[in-house]
């Protein structure tokens, strides 16, 4: 049984957005720092972004700095991830994962919490 659940994914247009959304039935997400990762077809996943736990503290991976938001409502239990200027090789699924803190928030292992939500990006 899954921890978390992603959704919010789907096929867009390059230079399209999405917003994913993370939340937890069973963990109250709001006590957690919580990344994003993604993991494409033949590829290693990939960290891409991180939350401390009251949202004042945020990291980003290069390859989305500045197109690549993550944010969170502790009052909703829920963590974000707001992507605009999508391209297709952020085609992955993505997945929400915990972490114990935002540096070296890139380093593996990242576990498996959830099924993750499926973004794809046509050019």
């Known amino acids: 049984q899954f921890q978390f659940v992603e959704s919010g994914g789907g096929l867009v247009q390059s230079g399209g957005s999405l917003r994913l959304s993370c939340e937890s039935s069973r963990f109250n997400l709001a006590t957690y720092t919580i990344a994003w990762v993604r993991q494409a077809p033949g590829k290693e996943h990939e960290a891409l972004s991180c939350?401390?736990?009251?949202?004042?503290?945020?990291a980003y991976a290069n390859s989305v700095k500045g197109r690549f938001t993550i944010s969170r409502d502790n009052a909703k239990k829920t963590v974000y991830l707001h992507m605009n200027s999508l391209k297709p090789e952020d085609t992955a699924l993505y997945f929400c994962?915990?972490?114990?803190?935002?540096?070296?928030?890139?380093?593996?292992?990242?576990?498996?919490w959830g099924q993750g939500t499926q973004v794809t990006v046509a050019s």
């Open positions: 939350i401390t736990k009251d949202g004042r503290s945020t």
């Open positions: 994962v915990p972490r114990l803190s935002c540096s070296k928030f890139d380093e593996g292992p990242f576990g498996s």
